[in-house]
Structure formats: C-alpha cells, structure tokens
C-alpha cells in the first residue's frame, strides 16, 4: 500500500503539493451509497422477519424455544455476570468513546451517533404502542404471549439506540472499540433471554431496527470526504517519477470517476481516479440488469477498488496490444486507502457526443467500424459504446476511450451486443441508412445480420434507451437496412431477459392474493363449509357463466358490419379463457378478437377498429353501470332519491383529480396520444355499425348481457354458501372487482380479483368465510373451469386456422 497524504510527506510530495491544481472546493461531507444500500437492507431483512411468524409459525416458535432454552441452561453464574456487565457497560462503553472523541475533537461524528439514538428511541416507543394493537400473530410472536411465565415486552428500547449509536459513529478501524461495544450489547441480549425479558422475536427486530436507524441517518447526515485532493494525486504521481508542472479538473468521467488534465515538462497526461466510495455506486441497478439479462458475462455486481483498478489496465494494455486506437496507459497507483489513478498519454480532440452531426463523415464512420473490427478480432469486447466512449481527434481519427467496463476472451454474444450497441449509437446520430452502409463495408453484411436479434432496448445502455424514447422507430429502420442487405437470412430470435418486469409484478401479485385468500380460509372450516353449500345454486353459476361466452359473441359480431359464425364466435370466446392464463385480461380479448377477425377476411385496420368499438361500448356501459348502481345502492337504505353522501364525495374525488391530472401538460398530451387514434379509427367503425339497427341491438344487448350472467353467477355462488346481498350491491362489486382486474397487468388479474371481490363482499355485510369462499367458487366458475375446454377450442381454431 502507498502512504496517504497524511503521512510524513517525503520531499517530492512537497513538490507535488506546490503545484497548483485548479478543481471545485471539496466538501467537507459527502453521502456514502453503502450506508443508503445498508439501510435498505435492513429494511428488506426486517421485513422478512416480522413476516417469518405467519409463513412459518411452527418453524418460529421451534427456534425460539430452543434459543431460550439453551440459555436457560446456561450456569446461574454466568447469567448474573452477563447482566451485571450489561447493565453498566451498555452505557458505559458508549460514553467513554464519546468523550475519546471529543477529546481528539471529532464532536460531530457523536451528534450524529446521539441523532440516530434519538431516532431509534422514538421509533421503538411508536413500535412498541403499535405492537400493542397490532395483529394477534405478530404481537404473540413479538411478546411471546403464549410463553408460560407471561408475556415480553415487543422490542428492547433500551438496546435499539444503542445499536443506532454504534452503527452511527462508524467504528470500522477501530477494533478494540469496535470488539467492546458489541460485546456488551451481545451480553445486554443474552441477559434479556435469561431474564424473559426479551423474546428472541423481538431482539433480532430491535438489532434490524437499530442498524436500519444507524445506517440511514449516517446514510443523511453524511460521513467526512475520504477522497483524496487534487494535490494527494499529483503527490501519487511524482512517486512514480512523473513530475507535473500544472493540473485542472475536467469533466468527470462514467459511474463519478474523477478525472484530471496533468501537463508535464514534455506531455500532457489524462488522470482518472477511482474513488473507493463510489464503487458501490449503482449497485442496486447493475445487480438487476445481471438478474434480468443473459448477458454470458460472470461480471460481479459489486467491484473492489483494487478489482476496478485491475479491470481497467487489463483491459487498456489488452487493447494496445491488438493494435486499437486508444490512449496509452502510462502509470497505476494507489492514492492513499480510499482511492486508486490511471494515468493515460493525453489525445486532444472532442468525443463523438460533442462533434455536431454534420462533421461526422463517411471517413470517419469508417475509421470508427475499423476500430470495432480490431477489438472484436481480439475478442475484446468494450461494453460501453456511446458517443462519449469515442474520442475524436484533431485529425478525424478516432480513439476508444472509457475502457472500465470492458472484457477480454469475449463471448460471441458480448461481441454481438457491442456491434448492436454501436449501431444504435451511430444511428441516433447520422441515420440508420448511413450507419448500417458504412458498417456493411467494413464489417460485411453477415456480421451485421448477427446484430438483428439483438436490436433490442433492454439490450442497450441507460443512456442510448433514453435518446430512443425520442425515435421509437429507429431500432426498426436498422433492422430494415440490414435485412435489405441479406434478405435471405432469417435471424434466430435471442431471448436476453431472464425474467420481464411483468413477470415479477405477476408472481409479486399473485403471491399477496394467494395469501391473503389462505389467510381468509386459515380460520375457516371447508369441509363443513361444502358439505354444507346448496350446489344447486352453484349449477345456476355454472349455467350463467356459459351464457356469458354467448354474450360475448353478440357483444362481438354487433360491432361488424361483416356476418360472422356465431358458432365460431362463441368457440374464439372460449377460447380466450385459455389465453387469459397468460395475458392479461384487458388484453386478451383485443388479441384473440383482433386475430379472428382477420382470419375472417376483415380488414386488419377494420378489425382492429371493430374490436376498438367492442371495447369503447363495453368501457362507457361499464361505467354507466357503475355510477347507476352505485347511486341506487346508496339511496337505497334511506328511502330517498339522494345519493348517499359517500357516492357523493367519491364522485366529486375522481372529478377533481381528473382536473388535476388534465391540468399536467404531459398527462394531457399522453392522453390525447391515446384518444385521437380512438376517434379516428373507432368512431368512423361505430358510424358504420350505427347504420343497421339491428346490429346495434346485438352488440348493445351482449354488452349487457355478459354484465348480467357474471352478476348472476356472483350471486348464485353467494347463495350456495347460504350468503344473501341485495342485487345492486351485487353489481357494484362484480363491476368494480372487474375493473380493477382489467387494469391489473396481471394475466387473468389473479390475485387482484379475488381480493377486490372478497373485500368488496365483506364490507357490503357477508362474513368473511362466506365472502372468501363465495368469490373462490365464482373465479372457479369463471376463470378456471373453462380453461380447458378454452384450450380445446383453441386447438380446434387454430386446426381450422380461424385465429
């Protein structure tokens, strides 16, 4: 390790720091991202712990016992020294480091220890009165109600600020220190245990709690600036026999590294400092782009300080060696223990994001492909091909620079996602046209056809993703111009998403519903439920049910002006239950019906605009409905016409919001993007259909009608478990339970149906095993039960190639 800049300086040092280095003032404080992903983590492990009682309860209670009962065994002796020790070096401890620092006067490191312990007190006694009214599982498990003895208290007050204190002051480099205040509190819980004062429940809590408040507030208040100054770097420099005569900072360079333009007495050198602190920086981003994709790399997440360093000069003397046009690296040090420098020759010139686009010429574009050809024959791959990543000098020659992320013995894939990269890069500049041409004369057409698969987003940078929500069509119009160049060639698809984002929200919802439909059944008796329930009224469900996919085929062919199948129709119906298995529920009708159609001999601009009407007419009669019923249901039980005054103030809600949201400039233009293809495409389609009244008759009454066949099969599978509501507020939760389900992006909306549904039943009066099991037999009437005769009929269309 080399000396820091605090150490005895050594006569060249002195020089160093003569030299003047022009660069903002420092501050005095900075937030670390390790304390704020620290705090996270605590947060996240909290969470899992406090929920570890009700999806594991006997494995809980198991561990619980036999912690306390080992510490039972322990001799009588030991328990008493352990609680004496607590007892006074809990707050001894603290206060001696206290006044050791204020001694050597480092005050403020114990205001924010003694902020965090103030938070966590406050914190603990609003835990602790809300423990007492918390649900009856977390509140037993946290007090241990069931313990023979009496209960514990919910959380440690007097240990939690401790806790905070300790993670507050930042103890890491003092171990002796470090090494007493864990040991007292280590003893401070064990005597707790003995004692029955604490649960173990409840001290793996009041530890989350305490370093969660420990690391959050240091995370707000911030630490002193370890970064080394200017001078400590020039110092770092005349170490290794390189003798500055003037330094300025420059621009900083990708992911907060430092960079410094260095003159020499007969060269420039180009400095850039990595900075132990900010290696943690985006680690939560690149920790979910590793989990997402398959990007073939074994690149961790995280990267040490001494890791980055060596990545970077691997990579930079890898591509000196395959001949690439980029900086030499002169120098590699380390500054002090928070930070390490590459020294680079200095290349005057502009990167490509700063040469305005009519500079960009041909021969540059080429010079550009060649490099990307030299690094690719010596399967290098860079990783992080923008427009900044490519220096441009006087001469229009171009140089790779910002090599910090690249890798050597490159996999096929990563050469493949550099050359997409560099096309997308180029394209948003100069076009796709000129971009694919220049490429294609150097690289050659069948390498270009390997990028086709992988012009995806998620394939491309942070930055390049940005600059395309402006051109949305451009990763299109290269795949364009390639395929022109080899028609022949049909590109094997290459999935790089190991999970999507709507997968995640899909399980995420998914799992809530499931539990909180278990959590509803966990206290009721099914066999006597069933064996109880009138299966007549769930025929009359079932019979309902299938009536709405003959709704649904009126709904349909009533919106197009061509004759349909009615049969036919029914069968695409069925078949879009099967298809609701995978995609949501909003979308699955638009799909099927749109493919159908098309199949049909409509026109696919006719059939979308067809399908479109279908789904306007339902969506206004859906909220018709709504609003109707909702002002009967509540006028009902006081006798007058009024609305009641909850119906009042939700309408009045929505309304002001909408005015709220209608008063954002991008809200209004996202929703005038949405409506004016509806009224361009959907309203001339209405106008059609409005000419055959008997058309209008068909769709309007199988709008209606699949509304009624779901409210009757709701209101049979209410009755079959002895349940009775009255029928307007029946609707009201089928509509409004069906609409949360359509705006779910979940498919089939499971999950979100059946908590809508239960919760909209048991606040209209049922019980809430009676509403739980009547919403459970519905969705089986209705979602699952089809699902397999929705899968025959899918078959057969597609035999027929009908959809």
């Known amino acids: 390790m080399t000396r820091t800049h605090d150490e005895a300086v050594t006569p060249a040092a002195s020089v160093a720091e003569d030299v003047p280095v022009e660069e903002p003032p420092r501050p005095a404080r900075i937030r670390r991202p390790s304390d704020g992903i620290r705090a996270l ?84 006694l609003s835990l602790d009165a809300w423990v007492a009214n918390a649900p009856a599982g977390l509140s037993d498990y946290l007090t241990w109600a069931g313990r023979s003895g009496g209960g514990t208290v919910p959380l440690h007050t007097d240990l939690t600020p401790v806790i905070a204190y300790v993670t507050a002051v930042r103890l890491a480099g003092r171990p002796r220190w470090q090494a007493a205040m864990w040991t007292v509190i280590a003893l401070s819980a064990l005597a707790a245990l003995a004692a029955g004062y604490a649960s173990p429940l409840a001290l793996a809590v009041t530890y989350l709690i305490g370093r969660a408040i420990g690391y959050g507030t240091l995370y707000g208040a911030g630490t002193p600036n370890p970064r080394p100054a200017g001078t400590a770097v020039l110092a770092a420099l005349r170490r290794m026999g390189l003798l500055p005569t003037a330094a300025h900072r420059v621009q900083d360079g990708p992911e907060e590294t430092r960079r410094y333009e260095v003159e020499l007495a007969d060269r420039i050198l180009d400095v850039t400092v990595l900075d132990r602190d900010q290696q943690v920086a985006g680690l939560l981003y690149r920790i979910w782009r590793r989990f997402r994709l398959r990007s073939g790399s074994p690149r961790r997440a995280f990267r040490s300080l001494r890791r980055s360093l060596e990545q970077e000069s691997l990579m930079a003397y890898a591509a000196m060696v395959a001949d690439v046009r980029t900086p030499r690296l002169i120098a590699t040090s380390e500054v002090g223990d928070d930070a390490a420098l590459l020294a680079y020759e200095h290349i005057p010139g502009r990167t490509l994001a700063a040469v305005p686009d009519e500079e960009i010429s041909d021969e540059l574009l080429t010079s550009i492909w060649r490099e990307l050809r030299q690094l690719q024959a010596h399967r290098l791959a860079h990783r992080r091909l923008e427009g900044r990543s490519i220096v441009v000098c006087d001469e229009s020659v171009p140089y790779m620079v910002d090599l910090r992320a690249g890798e050597i013995a ?86 790089l998403e190991r999970v999507r984002t709507r997968t995640i929200v899909t399980i995420v919802a998914g799992a809530a519903g499931a539990y909180f439909l278990l959590s509803q059944l966990s206290n009721v008796n099914l066999g006597l439920l069933l064996g109880q329930a009138n299966w007549w009224w769930a025929g009359v469900g079932l019979v309902a049910s299938g009536i709405s996919y003959l709704a649904a085929a009126w709904m349909l062919i009533g919106f197009v002006p061509e004759k349909l199948s009615l049969l036919r129709t029914v069968f695409v119906q069925l078949a879009g239950s099967f298809v609701k298995l995978v995609a949501p529920a909003a979308v699955t009708g638009v799909v099927v019906n749109t493919r159908f159609l098309q199949k049909s001999g409509v026109r696919p601009a006719a059939a979308v605009a067809s399908v479109g ?117 029946v609707v009201v939760v089928f509509l409004t339970g069906n609409a949360i389900g359509s705006a779910t992006p979940i498919p089939g909306g499971i999950g979100a149906v059946e908590l809508s549904l239960s919760a909209g039943l048991t606040l209209a009066g049922l019980p809430g095993a009676t509403a739980t099991s009547a919403v459970l037999l519905f969705r089986a009437l209705t979602f699952w039960l089809p699902v397999l005769p929705g899968w025959a009929a899918f078959t057969y269309l597609q035999k027929q190639e009908s959809i």
């Not at 016992?65 to 707050?91: E, K």
């Not at 400039?665 to 009224?679: D, G, K, N, T, W």
């Open 410 to 495: 490159a996999t096929d894939l990563l050469l493949r996602l550099d050359l997409a990269q560099l096309l997308t890069t180029l394209a948003l500049r100069i076009g796709a046209e000129r971009a694919v041409r220049t490429a294609a004369d150097v690289l050659g057409a069948d390498a270009l056809a390997t990028s086709v698969p992988l012009l995806q987003k998620v394939a491309l940078s942070r930055s390049t993703r940005g600059a395309l929500r402006k051109d949305k069509d451009l990763l299109t119009r290269i795949r364009e111009q390639i395929m022109e160049l080899r028609p022949e060639i049909e590109p094997v698809p290459v999935r």
């Open 613 to 729: 009407a279908s789904q306007l007419t339902g969506l206004v009669v859906h909220i018709t409905m709504l609003l109707m019923f909702g002002f009967i249901t509540g006028s009902s039980g006081t006798g007058s016409i009024s609305p009641s005054r909850t119906v009042v103030i939700g309408l009045l809600s929505v309304a002001v919001l909408a005015a709220g949201l209608a008063a954002i400039p991008s809200v209004r233009r996202l929703v005038m993007a949405r409506l004016r293809p509806m009224f361009t495409d959907v309203v001339p389609r209405l106008l059609d259909v409005l000419q055959s009244p008997r058309k209008i008759l068909t769709g309007l009454g199988g709008t209606l009608l699949v509304t009624a066949a779901f409210v009757v099969c709701l209101d049979a599978s209410i009755r079959a478990f002895g349940g009775s509501i009255g029928w307007t507020t």
């Open 41 to 124: 983590a605590m947060l996240g492990l909290l969470g899992l712990v406090v929920l570890l009682p009700t999806i594991a309860q006997q494995t809980t209670t198991g561990i619980q016992s036999d912690i306390t009962h080992g510490t039972a065994q322990a001799p009588h002796f030991l328990r008493n020294l352990a609680s004496l020790v607590s007892t006074f070096g809990v707050l001894a401890v603290p206060v001696a480091f206290a006044a050791d620092r204020l001694i050597r006067r480092d005050g403020l490191r114990i205001a924010v220890g003694l902020l965090a312990s103030i938070i966590a007190l406050g914190a603990t």
